[in-house]
């Protein structure tokens, strides 16, 4: 199962050769004066190909690189794409995210496998790795709260903490409500989270616990924006 990738994700195309003990191959990819995508064309034809989502700063420009990429695998029999963030995720009901999903099925891939979606819509096309098979086990036999900074992160919290068998803190700011607050005095705290933006939410989870007298405060995010 070669895969397939664009300079910018060089570097992660080498840990998965590591792993996976597999060949690498990338496309090349450049820009016309008026900013139109330019691909060499080039022969893919596998059985099976993972396709790694090209790293640009402009998510936008992300995507059409991204297409252009699957454009040349529709020779192979299976295409799954590894795809560390999904551009869109955050607007997971409206047409925005759904166009995305239709394209790359309309590009005869089989799956998207992906770190943390902002929200799991269940579909079986989506192979959504959560925090805790990301970087649990970094956190196994520590005296840990689980801290949930919003209700949107309830679910994937909720996972982290049954998995640390750990308490659990439930933050619902829209609400201004807190729910087992009380299990923070004197206890160190691990805030979960998938994406960081502004980092309004965390700062307001941090204020919330240092007044309940939490000893200490770590956070986990999965996605920071300036980063994706």
Sequence with gaps: ?????????????????????????????????????????????????????????????????????????????????????????????????????NIVKFLNVRHIITLDIHKNNQDKFIINILPHEIYGHKFLNQELVIVSPDIGAKERSEKFANYLKSNLVIIDKKNNKTTNLNLVQNRECLIIDDIIDSGKTLRNAIAILKRAGAKNIKSCITHNFRNL
């Design 1 to 101: 199962m070669p895969i397939i990738f664009e300079k910018s994700q060089k570097e992660l195309a080498e840990r998965f050769l590591k792993d996976l003990k597999t060949n690498i191959i990338e496309v090349q990819i450049s820009k016309y004066p008026n900013g139109e995508f330019r691909i060499d064309e080039m022969d893919i034809s596998y059985n099976h190909v993972l396709v790694l989502i090209p790293k640009y700063s402009n998510l936008n420009d992300r995507l059409i690189a991204f297409f252009l990429i699957l454009g040349l695998c529709q020779q192979c029999k299976i295409i799954d794409v590894f795809i560390p963030y999904v551009p869109y995720s955050r607007q997971d009901k409206s047409i925005s995210f759904q166009l995305i999903l």
